[in-house]
């Protein structure tokens, strides 16, 4: 019975210092901080800033004198008188088509012509001394005239056989060869006048009453990427597209050296307004469909900072800044860089090293 006692007294003994160990070390972990530190981030301050007013879009860039030059009449090319890419004066000849039926032609109808001046000379004549009556005289006259008539119109279809260029520029690739038949529409080549360019766009026609000719654009375009072409607005068409509800508008270039015509050009036009606006830098913009956010940094009920994402109305960009159209004001410090890693509630430590 005693050893019963003594077997007791040993086990209560072991789970009293068993139970006193475990006490202490559920003491010591209910005493820890499980809080996560605080998440470093670069913070930036919304400030207010004076931009121009602009308008964005996209335009094709195309030549005031330009064409696609044809052919009139029917015939055989039997003369190519330019080399793709050549620089030729208005009135050069270019083409020249067979025209031997028309000379032919032109021939016989020069001969009836000299024939009938010399019938109506005669009759005039002798219309004065009244030796012949004056129907005779009628006839002859109309003989002349329809002589004379004759001549022009195979003038006018010798001319339509030689295709001259309408005014000066750079001929495009040739399209047509030495002995090619061409019909009345065949495309010979092109012509442009490089020296004069202009580009239509179209914006939407919410914007009408802020648009007027005389207007500053600015033309960037890929083949020159650091560099940005002058225009001048020119000309807003008269009725608004019913299918896009756009409006075109035309620019002309001021030096459009190294353009060509048929460019893809994107566009800046400067509404000759100026408007405060608050901005971010690009970085603490986070674009999404459900919306855009920044998040702002705000105090925490422990003297420290948190970051609260707040949903936005970005604007434009400008030289790395976003506009924000509601839902920030000036003065309010957001994270610039770090956004990846904030969540609901999450403490934060700006890091004063990075400055934007």
């Known amino acids: 019975m005693k050893g019963y006692a003594v077997a007791i007294a040993l086990l209560l003994a072991i789970f009293a210092a068993i139970g006193g160990y475990l ?12 809080t996560p530190p605080p998440v470093t981030i670069a913070a930036s301050t919304a400030r207010l800033e004076t931009w121009d007013e ?3 879009a996209v335009g094709t860039i195309q030549s005031v004198r330009g064409v696609e030059l044809t052919s009139e009449t029917s015939g055989e090319i039997i003369q190519i008188l330019f080399e793709s890419g050549d620089q030729v004066a208005a009135g050069d000849l270019l083409v020249v088509l067979n ?4 000379q032919a032609s032109y021939r016989n109808q020069t001969a009836a012509l000299e024939l009938a001046e010399i019938l109506f000379e005669r009759d005039r004549a002798l219309l004065e001394r009244n030796s012949i009556p004056q129907t005779q005289f009628d006839r002859t006259r109309a003989d002349l005239q329809r002589a004379r008539a004759q001549v022009a119109e195979t003038e006018a279809r010798l001319a339509n056989k030689r295709i001259q260029a309408p005014f000066a520029g750079t001929m495009g690739l040739s399209r047509v060869d030495v002995g090619d038949y061409v019909s009345p529409g065949t495309v010979i080549a092109t012509l442009q006048d490089q ?16 648009l007027r000719p005389g207007l500053h654009v600015s033309v960037r375009v890929d083949a020159y990427p650091e560099r940005t072409f002058a225009a001048v607005l020119t000309a807003i068409d008269a009725r608004v597209d019913t299918g896009t509800r ?4 035309r620019a002309r270039f001021e030096e459009p050296d190294g353009l060509l015509p048929g460019m893809f050009a994107v566009l800046n036009v400067d509404l000759g307004e100026r408007r405060d606006v608050v901005t971010v830098p690009e970085t603490a913009m986070t674009y999404a469909l459900q919306g855009n956010t920044v998040f702002v940094i705000e105090p925490a009920g422990d003297d420290g900072l948190t970051a609260t994402a707040r949903v936005v109305r970005a604007g434009k960009v400008r030289d790395g800044r976003v506009a924000v159209l509601s839902g920030l004001e000036a003065g309010e410090q957001v994270v610039s860089v770090g956004q990846n890693k904030l969540y609901r509630g999450v403490r934060v430590l700006i890091d004063e090293s990075v400055a934007l």
């Open 54 to 56: 602009t308008l964005d």
């Open 23 to 34: 006490y202490q070390r559920f003491s010591a972990f209910a005493a820890m901080d499980f």
């Open 246 to 249: 756009n409006v075109t508008l």
């Open 195 to 210: 020296t004069e360019l202009e580009v239509d766009f179209t914006v939407p026609a919410r914007h009408v009453p802020k």
């Open 99 to 102: 025209d031997e039926v028309e």
